[in-house]
């Protein structure tokens, strides 16, 4: 277990100027897109197959803790909240795949590419590397698909050159991009691993309040929708389970589930740092918290919230 060191005290000294920050929100927040806007038409949800095999498990990279206020504008100063770096195995009958890797076995040298002034944002404590935490366990291991390539989300990409990535071609263009590194992408982390890459095509019509989606092993257990604005490429994860139980994973279109129900942004800091698009993940923001109203008992799980996924199986658990 290893501590990226500077990060703690430093938080609190964010925190601070975080509260003068406060005083520039209001006016940093812009609306949010209203039901009668362009938020799509309910579609329906696929039926899914009840003989899937579907079933999945987290499994925790790392860990960190920030005030609350900069995970969702409105959030408290006062509270700290526990965030996660995971990656999702996923197991349908006919293979086993991750959607996103959390932090891999080299995030410390990795970590090293980044600008001083970010360390504080991003400070992050090690738990057990995906490849670590599978590899013991000897699990087979078909593909990999990223939300998004976001140094926190592709550092584990490495440790796994044999399988093949699949993630949607605005992500990797953009990721490829020169314009393209730190803070937010380590080019180390993807750029000359010899993995094979593959892009998700958004073919299968309408899905829920999307307008395009894929259905990946075509039953509608896994379903794959476009969540622009985190990055251009961004994309989220249904997991229909046998039981009847629904899973939506939403990347870091929010850190907090809050910014889901609320809804609410980032904190305005964060988003001028992380956010690529700040009008596009409002609309997403926006589309996601009408699906929720909708869709009460569809349990929605931001990549980082702890809390919110404090009560899903942890490896070698898994829902079912
Ligand atoms: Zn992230």
């Known amino acids: 277990m290893t501590e990226n060191t500077w990060c703690g005290h430093s938080l609190r000294r964010i925190a601070a ?94 970590f090293d590419a980044m600008p001083f002034w970010v360390g504080p944002f991003f400070a992050y404590e090690t738990t057990n ?73 958004f073919d299968d019509g309408p899905y829920e309040l999307f307008d395009q989606c894929s259905d990946l092993f075509g039953d509608g257990s896994v379903v794959f929708v476009p969540l622009n604005g985190h990055t251009p490429g961004s994309m989220g994860m249904f997991l229909n389970l046998p039981s009847g139980r629904r899973f939506f994973f939403t990347g870091d279109l929010s850190w907090a589930l809050e910014g889901l129900l609320l809804p609410a942004q980032k904190y305005f800091v964060s988003r001028s740092i992380v956010d690529g698009d700040a009008g596009q993940t409002r609309t997403s923001l926006a589309r996601v918290h009408r699906l929720l109203q909708e869709r009460p008992s569809l349990h929605a799980i931001p990549a980082h919230d702890a809390l919110a996924q404090a009560y899903l199986a942890h490896y070698p658990d898994f829902e079912h």
């Open 17 to 110: 100027v975080g509260a003068v920050g406060l005083f520039f929100m209001g006016a940093a927040c812009s609306s949010f897109p209203s039901e009668n806007d362009a938020l799509g038409e309910f579609s329906g949800a696929f039926e899914a197959d009840p003989n899937s095999g579907l079933a999945f498990s987290v499994i925790l990279t790392g860990r960190a803790e920030a005030p609350e206020a900069f995970l969702y504008a409105g959030g408290s100063y006062l509270r700290q909240r526990p965030l996660a770096h995971v990656a999702v195995l996923v197991r349908h009958r006919t293979e086993t795949f991750l959607f996103d890797t959390g932090l891999g076995r080299n995030i410390d040298r990795q």
């Open 129 to 201: 590397a995906a490849a670590d935490a599978i590899g013991g366990a000897r699990e087979p291991l078909d593909r990999i698909f990223v939300s998004h390539l976001h140094w926190d989300h592709a550092s584990g990409l490495p440790d796994f050159p044999d399988t093949p990535v699949w993630l949607r071609r605005e992500e990797y263009e953009n990721a490829i991009d020169p314009a393209s590194g730190p803070p937010a992408f380590l080019r180390e982390q993807y750029e000359a691993i010899p993995n094979e890459w593959n892009f998700v095509e």
